[in-house]
C-alpha cells in the first residue's frame, strides 16, 4: 500500500480585517475640519485687519461724499466718474504705460543676467550679484532720487562728463523715470529667475543636444515654457512695484509727470484744490481694479503654463 499523500502547504490566510463602519471617515472629516479652519483662523484676522478693513475705508470713501456744511454723508458716484476723466484719467494712463514698460525691460534685462549669473562657474561671482541685487532691490525713495541727480541730472557728473544733454538726455522726464525705475526692478527679477533658471535640469539640454536641437531651439520648445510661470510673475511683481512707487518720483519730477500716485498725495494734501480726499479714495480704487485686473490675466495664464511641469 502506499503512503497518504500529504497536501501542501498553502501560504497563510491573511487575516481578516475589519470592514469600515460606514460614515467613520465621514465623521473624522468633520471632526478635523473644524479644527483645520482654527488653525487657518490667525491668518484670516491678519488678512482682515490688514487688507479687508483699509480696502473696505477706499471702497466706501470712493462711493460716498460728506456735506462741509451739515456733515451728511451720501452715496455718489461722482468721484469714480471725476477719475475717469482730464487730468486724473491722463495720470491713470501714464502710470500704466511706465508700469508695463519698465517691468517688460525688467522682465527681460533680469532674466539675462540671472542667466549670465547661473551659467558662470565663479561662485564669488554669483554670490556677489545676489548680495548687490538684495541690497539695490530695496533701495528707493529719495536716496536713490538724489543718486540719479547727483549723477545723471542736469550738473550731475555722467552728464557733464559725456555731454549727454547734447543729446537731449533729461533726467527729469518719463524716460529719466523708467530708467531709474530699472534700477531696483532689474535687480528684483534677479532675485525672483535664479531659483527657476536653477531647476533647469542639464539632462534636458543635453537631451535636446542628442536629439540635433539647436540651442534656440532647446530655449524656444523647452527652456521658455518652462520658465514662463516665472516670466509672468515676475513681470506681474514688477509691474506692481513700479505702479506703486510713489517717493522717488515725488522727490525726481514732482507734477512734470503725471502719476496716480502723485495725484493721491495732491487730492489728500489739498495741494490743487480742497475738499478732495474721496477723489484720492476713488484712484485708490482704480488702481486696485487695475492691479486686479493684472491678476486676473496672469492667473490663467500662468496655470496654462505650468502644465509643462507636470
Excluded at 551659467?119 to 533701495?139: D, H, I, M, P
Aim: hydrophobic share 50%.
Amino acid at each position: 500500500m502506499s503512503a497518504p499523500t500529504t497536501p501542501a502547504p498553502g501560504p497563510a490566510a491573511a487575516p481578516a480585517v475589519p470592514a469600515p463602519t460606514p460614515g467613520a471617515a465621514d465623521g473624522s472629516r468633520r471632526r478635523r475640519g473644524p479644527r483645520a479652519w482654527l488653525g487657518a483662523l490667525p491668518l484670516f484676522v491678519f488678512a482682515g485687519l490688514c487688507f479687508g478693513l483699509p480696502l473696505g475705508a477706499v471702497l466706501y470713501g470712493a462711493v460716498t461724499t460728506t456735506d462741509p456744511v451739515s456733515g451728511a454723508v451720501a452715496a455718489t458716484g461722482e468721484n469714480i466718474t471725476t477719475t475717469l476723466q482730464g487730468p486724473y484719467l491722463t495720470s491713470l494712463v501714464s502710470s500704466v504705460e511706465l508700469s508695463a514698460l519698465t517691468a517688460l525691460i525688467g522682465t527681460v534685462l533680469g532674466m539675462l543676467v540671472a542667466q549670465a549669473v547661473v551659467t558662470s562657474r565663479g561662485g564669488a561671482l554669483r554670490e556677489s550679484v545676489l548680495t548687490a541685487s538684495g541690497v539695490l532691490a530695496n533701495f528707493g525713495g529719495i536716496p536713490l532720487a538724489f543718486a540719479f541727480v547727483a549723477t545723471l541730472g542736469i550738473s550731475g557728473v555722467v552728464t557733464q562728463l559725456t555731454h549727454l544733454e547734447a543729446a537731449g538726455w533729461n533726467l527729469y522726464s518719463f524716460t529719466g523715470l523708467c530708467v531709474i525705475y530699472l534700477y531696483f526692478l532689474v535687480p528684483l527679477m534677479v532675485l525672483v529667475s535664479v531659483p527657476a533658471l536653477d531647476g533647469l535640469r542639464p539632462q534636458w539640454r543635453e537631451a535636446a543636444q542628442n536629439a540635433g536641437a539647436t540651442s534656440w531651439q532647446f530655449w524656444r520648445h523647452v527652456g521658455l515654457p518652462v520658465l514662463a510661470p516665472t516670466l509672468l510673475g515676475g513681470f506681474v511683481l514688477l509691474f506692481g512695484s513700479a505702479f506703486a512707487a510713489y517717493a522717488t518720483a515725488a522727490a525726481l519730477v514732482g507734477g512734470s509727470v503725471p502719476l496716480v500716485t502723485l495725484k493721491i498725495a495732491d487730492a489728500l494734501s489739498g495741494n490743487v484744490q480742497v475738499g478732495q480726499e474721496n477723489v484720492a479714495l476713488a484712484l485708490s480704487l482704480d488702481m486696485i481694479v487695475i492691479a486686479g485686473l493684472v491678476m486676473a490675466v496672469y492667473l490663467p495664464l500662468q496655470r496654462r503654463s505650468t502644465r509643462w511641469l507636470h
